[in-house]
């Protein structure tokens, strides 16, 4: 059993920046990778990125391409999500979540942070 801890959500106006944290404990080593989503009110889940837990490749949605980076301190078992240049439409509530094996059903989520960003 795998289980994740967000933090780091906030309000900051268009253009700022927040490092958002999500803290793993458990079987961290049957890990695949850890993949970040948001999901505004009314609104469907959208993936934001992943990245691999052992060997750290990232991949992004192309609505944050070049402005989100997402990186682990994988002795701390903690991925990080530096999100510059934010957005009005990058309000969400921000979700860390864990897959077992690639192309498998995502197995555990964490509770959420908000983020909002103030035009």
């Known amino acids: 059993q795998v289980q994740l801890v967000e933090s780091g959500g906030g309000l900051v106006q268009a253009g700022g920046s927040l490092r958002l944290s999500c803290a793993a404990s458990?079987?961290?080593?049957?890990?695949?990778?850890m993949d970040w989503f948001r999901q505004a009110p009314g609104k469907e889940r959208e993936f934001v990125g992943r990245?691999?837990?052992?060997?750290?490749?990232?991949f992004y949605a192309d609505s944050v391409k070049g402005r989100f980076t997402i990186s682990r301190d994988y002795v701390k078992n903690t991925m990080y999500l530096q999100m510059n240049s934010l957005k009005p439409e990058d309000t969400a509530v921000y979700y860390c979540?864990?897959?077992?094996?690639?192309?498998?059903?995502?197995?555990?989520w964490g509770q959420g942070t908000q983020v909002t960003v103030s035009s």
């Open positions: 990245i691999n837990w052992s060997g750290g490749t990232t």
């Open positions: 458990g079987r961290t080593f049957s890990i695949w990778d």
């Open positions: 979540a864990v897959r077992l094996s690639l192309g498998a059903a995502y197995d555990y």
